[in-house]
């Protein structure tokens, strides 16, 4: 009798320590549904445009390629003319970057390889998964990109200044952005916070 006495605060306790268990397993059940579900709400590739965009200009127009960076580390055109992109353009850039996202662009002008020129020389080529620089619907280059990271419309975000490349990209089911004054950490997080709702 006395040894059954004794095993029943044992058996409470180990019962207790079992309830524990599940309990724990079952919290880190719905963590892992959480974490889940805050993935699925997070957009897969960025894409952005690049005139009046990322730079407050018209690469074919309103400067003049080729370009090439000083000693100084400026970047200047043909005519030795400053160059430069929006401010908050490359920090936006980086820490989407760090964060995973696949970042993505998607340009209409007829300069591609100053364009291109620009990216490298601005410090931004290794960001960049993919790039669509060509004359041409928007909705071509959104339809390359998806295809190239294998994801579908509604997995990405397109920033764009002209309203007929957001409407034509928004048509196809990417959430799209109008930029009136350049990439910025709020336009961005906007963005971000519009997609979560979209999704959630």
Same mark, same amino acid.
């Not at 400067?63 to 400053?82: C, E």
């Not at 920090?91 to 995973?100: I, Y």
């Given at each position: 009798? *006395?040894? !059954?006495?004794?095993?029943?605060?044992?058996?409470?306790?180990?019962?207790?320590?079992?309830?524990? @268990? @599940?309990?724990? +397993?079952?919290?880190?059940? &719905?963590?892992?549904?959480? @974490?889940?579900?805050?993935?699925?709400?997070?957009?897969?590739? &960025?894409?952005?445009?690049?005139? =009046?965009? !990322?730079?407050?200009?018209?690469?074919?127009?309103?400067? +003049?390629?080729?370009?090439?960076?000083?000693?100084?580390?400026?970047?200047?055109?043909?005519?030795?003319?400053?160059?430069?992109?929006?401010?908050?353009?490359?920090?936006?850039?980086?820490?989407?970057?760090?964060?995973? =996202? !696949?970042? #993505?662009? #998607?340009?209409?002008?007829?300069?591609?390889?100053?364009?291109?020129? !620009?990216?490298?020389?601005?410090?931004?080529?290794? &960001?960049?998964?993919?790039?669509?620089?060509?004359?041409? %619907?928007?909705?071509?280059?959104? #339809?390359?990109?998806?295809?190239?990271?294998?994801?579908?419309?509604?997995?990405?975000?397109?920033?764009?200044?002209?309203?007929? +490349?957001?409407?034509?990209?928004?048509?196809?089911?990417?959430? %799209?952005?109008?930029?009136?004054?350049?990439? *910025?950490?709020?336009?961005?997080?906007? #963005?971000?916070?519009? =997609?979560?709702?979209?999704?959630?």
């Amino acid at each position: 009798m *006395t040894d !059954l006495l004794k095993a029943g605060p044992d058996r409470t306790k180990s019962t207790r320590i079992v309830q524990q @268990c @599940c309990q724990s +397993n079952f919290y880190q059940f &719905l963590f892992l549904i959480f @974490c889940e579900k805050m993935a699925n709400v997070k957009p897969k590739v &960025l894409i952005f445009d690049l005139d =009046y965009t !990322l730079w407050p200009f018209w690469v074919d127009t309103h400067v +003049n390629p080729p370009f090439r960076k000083t000693s100084n580390g400026t970047v200047v055109d043909s005519s030795g003319t400053t160059i430069k992109h929006y401010p908050e353009v490359p920090e936006v850039l980086d820490g989407l970057h760090k964060q995973g =996202y !696949l970042l #993505a662009v #998607a340009s209409r002008t007829g300069e591609i390889e100053g364009a291109r020129q !620009l990216i490298d020389l601005f410090g931004w080529k290794h &960001l960049f998964s993919h790039e669509e620089i060509y004359p041409g %619907s928007k909705t071509k280059h959104v #339809a390359n990109i998806k295809n190239a990271f294998g994801v579908e419309y509604r997995d990405m975000i397109f920033f764009d200044d002209e309203g007929r +490349n957001i409407r034509d990209v928004g048509e196809l089911g990417v959430l %799209s952005i109008m930029v009136r004054n350049g990439v *910025t950490k709020a336009v961005v997080e906007d #963005a971000l916070s519009q =997609y979560s709702k979209r999704k959630g």
